[in-house]
T-cell receptor, first 118, second 112 residues
């Protein structure tokens, strides 16, 4: 089946530094990818929709200057947390929609990236 | 706004027990409803779905019926196995844009 990878799987950084998380669709093309954030014991919250070759669409309340999204190719989207602070510590999950599938239900999820900001 | 509410976990069952995980939703119109499963260390996987009222989604022995009158989509399985231990997420999508709204997840632990 279709696989989505995320790198790194976990990262620890100092407050004030920037961290980049990669999301790759390994065996299919994805014009649309989604970035979610998950707090412990809570649901996944959609942060933004990433469209290949265009600007991402951010959900209300998500700072676009803090969470930079780049979707430069059909198989890669990156999320950069700029000037990270301890409150940014969370589990970040991406998903990718198979562009060749006729169904918008065909969305594949990555295993997530655990970010800890000291 | 749209929302999904699941029963709180963790849920602990013995092997071969009957499973029910409750899910209710709030949404305008007629959303599509989904159950996703997340096994340890893996990404979420679509378990089953239903796109209109009274539809029943089923997969791997799991079932859920789209109940418009009670705005519910409860997940059931007649006989759980240890390998079913995972976190289960109920979700809805309104329209075809692919944007999913998730419940908080329910952790299931099945003991031999």
């Amino acid at each position: 089946g279709a696989v989505v990878s995320q790198h790194p799987s976990w990262v620890i950084c100092k407050s004030g530094t920037s961290v980049k998380i990669e999301c790759r669709s390994l065996d299919f093309q994805a014009t649309t990818m989604f970035w979610y954030r998950q707090f412990p014991k809570q649901s996944l919250m959609l942060m933004a929709t990433s469209n290949e070759g265009s600007k991402a669409t951010y959900e209300q309340g998500v700072e676009k200057d803090k969470f930079l999204i780049n979707h430069a190719s059909l198989t890669l989207s990156t999320l950069t947390v700029t000037s990270a602070h301890p409150e940014d510590s969370s589990f970040y999950i991406c998903s990718a929609r198979d562009s060749t599938s006729g169904s918008t239900d065909t969305q594949y999820f990555g295993p997530g990236t655990r970010l800890t900001v000291l | 706004g749209d929302s999904v509410t699941q029963m709180e976990g963790p849920v602990t069952l013995s092997e071969e027990a009957f499973l029910t995980i409750n899910c209710t939703y709030t949404a305008t119109g007629y959303p599509s409803l989904f159950w996703y499963v997340q096994y340890p260390g893996e990404g979420l996987q679509l378990l089953l779905k239903a796109t209109k009222a009274d539809d029943k989604g089923s997969n791997k022995g799991f079932e859920a019926t789209y109940r418009k009158e009670t705005t519910s989509f409860h997940l059931e399985k007649g006989s759980v196995q240890v390998s079913d231990s995972a976190v289960y997420f109920c979700a809805l999508r309104r329209g075809g844009g692919g944007k999913l709204i998730f419940g908080q997840g329910t952790e299931l632990s099945v003991k031999p």
